[in-house]
C-alpha cells in the first residue's frame, strides 16, 4: 500500500491523523539527521501493525510531502 504523509516535525506531541487519503503525523522529533524520518516509521509500524522494516520512504526524505510504502503482513 502506497500513502502520502505529511509530517509536521517539532510538534509538542506525537499524533496520528486520517484525513481522506491523506496521513498527517505530528511529531517532537525535529528534521535533524534523519530523526523526524525515523519517527514517520515508527509511528506508522505501530499505527498499520507492522514491522518498521516493511515501511518505506519512497519519495520526500527530505521534505514534510512524504510517499511512503508499506508492505508486508502485520507484526
Known amino acids: 500500500m502506497r500513502c502520502a504523509v505529511s509530517v509536521k516535525p517539532g510538534s509538542k506531541a506525537e499524533k496520528l491523523e486520517i484525513s481522506g487519503d491523506k496521513i498527517l503525523i505530528r511529531t517532537p522529533k525535529r528534521a535533524h539527521d534523519g530523526e523526524a524520518n525515523d519517527a514517520v516509521i515508527k509511528i506508522l509500524s505501530k499505527h498499520f501493525h507492522v ?4 515501511i518505506t ?19
Open 51 to 54: 514491522a518498521k522494516g516493511n
Open 57 to 75: 520512504i519512497l519519495r520526500g526524505k527530505t521534505s514534510r510531502e512524504k510517499l511512503v510504502e508499506i508492505i508486508g503482513k502485520p507484526a
